[in-house]
């Protein structure tokens, strides 16, 4: 259950950063890297606090969660395969502070 809220939450995340914005794909937003992405790595870190044992697995949800909305918005072009390795590569920090989170509020849990 906690891994399709994750996803939900994700996905309503970049669909909303796209109508916002005005991009098709959510990278492509004039403040991805200053706003937009800092608050999905917060998202991240919220969503392995909220999984605990799995808590890696928050941040590469989240972060896959863009590629529907590319692949509603662009369609399943030759860039798609590019578009995945970029989400791979964005995943990597978020995985790192999901599951950062998750070993903190294990830790609190346990004290």
Same mark, same amino acid.
């Given at each position: 259950m906690k891994?399709?809220? @994750? $996803? %939900?939450?994700?996905?309503v995340?970049?669909v909303? #950063?796209?109508?916002?914005s005005?991009?098709?794909?959510p990278?492509? &937003?004039?403040?991805f890297?200053s706003?937009i992405?800092?608050?999905a790595?917060?998202?991240a870190a919220?969503?392995g606090a ?5 808590s890696v697995s @928050? $941040? %590469?949800i989240v972060?896959a969660?863009?590629?529907? #909305?590319?692949?509603a918005?662009?369609?399943a072009?030759?860039?798609? &395969?590019?578009g995945?390795?970029y989400v791979?590569?964005?995943s990597?920090p978020?995985m790192?502070?999901s599951?950062?989170a998750g070993?903190?509020w ?6």
């Open positions: 891994f399709i809220l @994750a $996803g %939900a939450v994700g996905l995340f970049w909303g #950063v796209s109508l916002l005005g991009a098709r794909e990278w492509d &937003a004039a403040q890297w706003v992405y800092p608050a790595l917060v998202l919220v969503s909220m999984f605990q044992r799995a @928050a $941040g %590469a972060m969660a863009q590629l529907p #909305v590319v692949m918005s662009s369609g072009s030759p860039l798609l &395969a590019a995945v390795v791979v590569i964005l990597i978020a790192a502070l599951w950062l070993w903190v294990r830790r609190r849990r346990n004290a």
